[in-house]
């Protein structure tokens, strides 16, 4: 069981950073992919990024290549999703994800393949 806790959200300026972490419970935390989504209001939640466990290898969405930069620290349990040169389009709710599955990279994309989700923080870019 992995419990997960996003802190970092709230409201910036097109064009200012920040950062997101999650704090997660349990002993095997070093085992997951950890994964950030997002959901804007009427919308379909959708992928942000993704580190693997060993935190080697990192995938990113079209839409923040460039601009988020994944990262985790595994002694303490926590992924941070560094987010600069923020745009009034990256206005969502962001959530962290934990996908127990060692796979290929596609299975990481789709928000049904993560076992567990934290609560999720609010971020809002204004123009």
């Known amino acids: 069981q992995v419990q997960l806790a996003e802190s970092g959200g709230g409201l910036v300026q097109a064009g200012g950073s920040l950062r997101l972490s999650c704090a997660a419970s349990?002993?095997?935390?070093?085992?997951?992919?950890m994964g950030w989504f997002r959901q804007a209001p009427g919308k379909e939640r959708e992928f942000v990024a993704v580190?693997?466990?060993?935190?080697?290898?990192?995938y990113y969405a079209d839409s923040v290549k460039g601009r988020f930069t994944i990262s985790r620290d595994n002694a303490k349990k926590t992924v941070y999703l560094q987010m600069n040169s923020l745009k009034p389009e990256d206005t969502a709710v962001y959530y962290c994800a934990a996908d127990s599955v060692l796979g290929t990279s596609g299975r990481y994309y789709s928000p049904n393949n993560y076992d567990y989700w934290g609560q999720g923080t609010q971020v809002t870019v204004s123009s």
């Open positions: 349990g002993r095997t935390f070093s085992r997951y992919a």
């Open positions: 580190i693997r466990g060993s935190a080697n290898t990192s």
